[in-house]
């Protein structure tokens, strides 16, 4: 029994490491797909000409309202980037 603890304690241990390697994959994956998505966002706009100016993509993504979409508690940015709200606080963000 006690040649047991020792493989149980290093199990956990492992099993802990691979959870927390894959919430972080997962996190990563999110926050790649919500840059991903405000980088066609932003191509999208500049290709209408409706925002002008309309900052680099850099500076864009330094928006309040792009920071949020950027957040890991965001899900389904490209779906958030369609809403209307988004655009009025885009524009707000923006006219500053």
Request: glycine share 4%; net charge positive.
């Amino acid at each position: 029994m006690t040649a047991y603890l020792p493989v149980k304690e290093r199990t956990r241990a492992e099993i802990k490491q691979f959870e927390d390697r894959r919430l972080r994959r997962q996190r990563e994956a999110t926050y790649r797909s919500a840059r991903e998505a405000i980088a066609k966002y932003h191509h999208k706009l500049k290709g209408l000409g409706t925002h002008d100016p309309l900052p680099p993509l850099e500076a864009f993504r330094q928006l309040d309202v792009m920071k949020a979409i950027q957040s890991p508690e965001t899900q389904d940015a490209e779906a958030q980037l369609k809403d209307r709200v988004i655009g009025d606080l885009l524009k707000m963000n923006i006219s500053r």
